[in-house]
């Protein structure tokens, strides 16, 4: 699966995440917390500034469990 260090990562330091930025979003990059960020956009640009066009974590730091999907280059 990809990005499965990185969730794993998230899920290890949920608690304090969840008790110092709760409903920020958080950027990882292998079992690495790169920052904290107040938007998703605020964290994407940094990811892409910092990390290049390589896939990376950005996941908002929430009890509520959201899933999202995105497929690109997919035919239809």
Known sequence: MELKKEYEAYK???DRLFAEHPNEFVLIKEDKIIDTFKSYDDALKIGLEKLGNI????????????????FHGVAA
Not at 56 to 63: A, E, G
């Open 12 to 14: 290890a330091n949920f």
């Open 55 to 70: 896939p990376f974590l950005i996941k908002k730091i929430d009890k509520e469990e959201d899933m999202h999907f995105f």
